[in-house]
């Protein structure tokens, strides 16, 4: 992490807001959610019912009134700080879900009154409040989207950056998987007719507002498990301490309130129990950094699990779409006539490839402007699924085709022409290097073959890699035929891959998965993806996408970016880390708290005792003081880790384990050791 | 005078054994449960009586008599649960997921074994506190409640051997002991059972390089310390009161 992340960790609004929170929590219908700290909240309780009472009548039994006012206000520090976790995570989730929020709020809507009329008449100005469900509202340039809506007439360019930063303008369209606009982003050109698609307060950032914000919040499954495992941890400690007494009383040593509920409480897991809620919010809050939006607490850590990723080849693996990179004319042709045949016969090619036709022979110096005479009386031919081939009709009757292999060669043969042989061995290689051959033709004889190849991202492998190690198998999606996808597959590192996919071969695909037992995450946009979003565990939906899509997948993304589930993944597997340390971290501290309170207990009776007291701390009340300020500090301290999360390390289960261990382990039992000491010597200096 | 004390401390041992081999045997017969002994444990140090105690206290030995290997396996389903989530994975084991039902097996099993030992002595030391006059110890003081200590982790974990120099061939040790041995023994054997049934019923999850393996060394460390800070640490005051008071006044007296 950066610094400058360090420091917006705290900023000071939040801070503020956060302190408030921290008090307001303290209630105990809140608390009780937390066994942990609840049982914490009850040991405060009757300290300071302990120290009134002690105000009054002090027969010296339970100890100088400093010290139990002491204990007190630490235990009731050791909550606050506790509660401050949980409530600076949350302000700083809701800050930057209100940050996405705000620009979307309170805009003026065109809403239309009766549907196909769009006159003045027709239009009123309302608040974007007032939009319902299933009511139409009318865009144009320079407006502002009031709300979430599909488009159901129209098409416009949008400006998103509000919402995803990214400031190159998108085209959104009635029909299709690119009809869904997102409230707060503004309409660029053209006028475009919107049905609402939510009610207000129920987009997709007022529910993970929501989510942050406890009211609907939902402990995961295994968070349940682990606030069970820590319950248990607990009433471990509530037996420890209840018994102690008659063992005391047996053993003449009397034991004072004030002594055997700092025992308990430093006993007890309350490093994690105050952190855990807070570890959870924090991992929605950078899924939401990430640009995603959960729509569950479970989707992250589920992302963490994932086994199976399913990702398109086209912009994640690959860059966009295929661009052509090589013009091979056929034997007895010159460069400069073919290349100039492929610039005519792509200028009514709106392709992405058609258009890294021209502007690769624009690269090699070829003339791609050709005059208006040239271009007067052309008849263009449109590429259908049927004839797999594109092409112009000169005004001086010379007709170009470029297509498919197997299309222009059946032209060819058509009209009794051949297939020169070293355009076909032309058109093997290319194939065999997973490219694709388009192969040209004129006259119905063959010139020539254009290669296309798919880009491969940079530093897509190494990511590729990074996933294998973190166990994550990653399957690509392609249309392309076979041949080009094991070859694209090989080169981009991925595992596996699905070649002429049609949106049923992805849903089988993670259904067979899943019958394996594994977690399948995938993502999508379109309307047929949606299926398939809903029966992969961890679904991101494109916020670009169909409402189906974004309904169907348990994330949106509102970058659009398809590598975002990589990140996903290791913000999930963060979580779990973050919970899991942090319980090693609290569960370890125990050992140097029994040695610093248990001999401190007995040592006023038993003084033979001062052999168990390896720390040598100063008096019993210092050492039982040090202990419990130690269990109170600790949490602040933790915070920034548990809010910013562990460090993944994708270097192997057994191997991390070692990590983790030693450092949160081995640590956790070395570090209060030395903190006990450390705060003992100041402390000592008073009791 | 011609006594030769090369052979430590003797009353109370087998002659025939010697001090090595009747020290050995304590510690084998309260590790594995088998509840025969060779000498009076009364007799010996307080330093072996807190291994003999730990012995059974810890009571996750597999390969004994008793409900060691039992014990065992839900120490290896906490330790599981707690690596797994160190290594960002939802915990499994012999590829099972291990979710919320199966750790609270787990954890009121683990529970049960301090429970019945802790809360056995502390009405047995109220009872004595109370009224000395039930005459149960013959030595009261640190010894004492190391005795009734024992006598309550014996039958918690079903051993069967006793520390002795208890009176204990009355009604109260008889019928306490007699409860806590029977809770002891089934309710170990029902949880883990349970957690078996449940595990077979979900899907198996074939092995990837994301699973955390168990049979590593890390994670036997992983396993010991969860023993280690669940199962002793629970009894950690308890062993002060009792043996280790007896050995620090002893050997360190102030």
Known sequence: MNATQNKSLFQKDLISEALKQSFIKLNPKMMIKNPVMFTVEIGTAVMLIVSIAIMFNNDGSQGSIAYNLVVFLILLLTLLFANFAEAIAEARGKAQAESLRKTREETPAKKIKEQGKTDAENIILVSSSQLRKGDLFYCEAGDIIPTDGEIIEGLATIDESAITGESAPVIREAGGDKSSVTGGTTVLSDRIIVRVTTEPGESFLDKMIALVEGASRQKTPNEIALTILLAGFTLVFIIVCVTLKPFADYANTPITIASLISLFVCLIPTTIGGLLSAIGIAGMDRALRANVITKSGKAVETAGDIDVLLLDKTGTITIGNRKATHFYPAPGIELEGFMASCVFSSFSDETPEGKSIIELAKHLGAKTQPTDEALKDVTFIKFTAETRCSGIDLANGKRIRKGAFDSIAAIARQAGNPFPSETDQKVKEISGNGGTPLVVSENEKIIGVIELQDIIKPGISERFDRLRKMGVKTVMVTGDNPLTAKFIAEKAGVDDFIAEAKPEDKMNYIKNEQKLGKLVAMMGDGTNDAPALAQADVGVAMNSGTQAAKEAGNMVDLDNDPTKLIEIVEIGKQLLITRGTLTTFSIANDVAKYFAIVPALFISSIPALQGLNIMHLHSPESAILSAVIFNAIIIPILIPLALRGVEYKPIGASALLRRNLLIYGLGGVIVPFVGIKLIDLFVGLFF | ?254
């Open chain 2, 1 to 254: 005078m011609g006594i030769d004390q090369s052979h430590g401390s003797m009353e109370g041992k087998e002659v025939r054994f010697g001090s090595h081999a009747s020290a050995y045997w304590s510690i084998v017969t309260t590790v594995i449960s088998t509840g025969s002994v060779n000498s009076m444990h009364d007799s010996s140090m307080p330093v072996s009586g807190t291994m003999q105690l730990l012995g059974m206290m810890t009571n996750a030995f597999y390969g004994g008599c008793g409900v060691g290997i039992l014990n065992y396996y839900i120490f290896i389903i906490i330790a599981v649960f707690i690596s797994g989530l160190m290594v960002g994975r939802t915990p499994e084991f012999l590829g099972r997921k291990i979710e919320a039902r199966e750790m609270k097996i787990a954890t009121i099993i683990a529970l049960l074994h301090p429970f019945l030992i802790l809360v056995g002595t502390a009405i047995s030391t109220y009872v004595f506190t109370k009224d000395p006059s039930v005459g149960w110890l013959n030595n009261p003081g640190y010894h004492g409640f190391s005795e009734m200590l024992y006598e309550n982790t014996s039958s918690a974990a079903n051993n069967g051997s006793g520390f002795e120099g208890l009176g204990d061939n009355n009604w109260f040790w008889n019928v306490s002991t007699g409860f806590i041995l029977i809770l002891g023994r089934f309710l170990p054997i029902i949880g883990p059972v349970a957690i078996a049934g449940i595990l077979a019923k979900k899907k198996y999850i074939p092995e990837s390089t994301g699973t955390l393996r168990t049979d590593t060394g890390t994670f036997g460390i992983m396993t010991y310390a969860v023993i280690m800070i669940l199962a002793a640490l629970a009894f950690f005051p308890a062993l002060v009161l009792g043996p280790l008071a007896e050995y620090f006044t002893l050997y360190h007296p102030k």
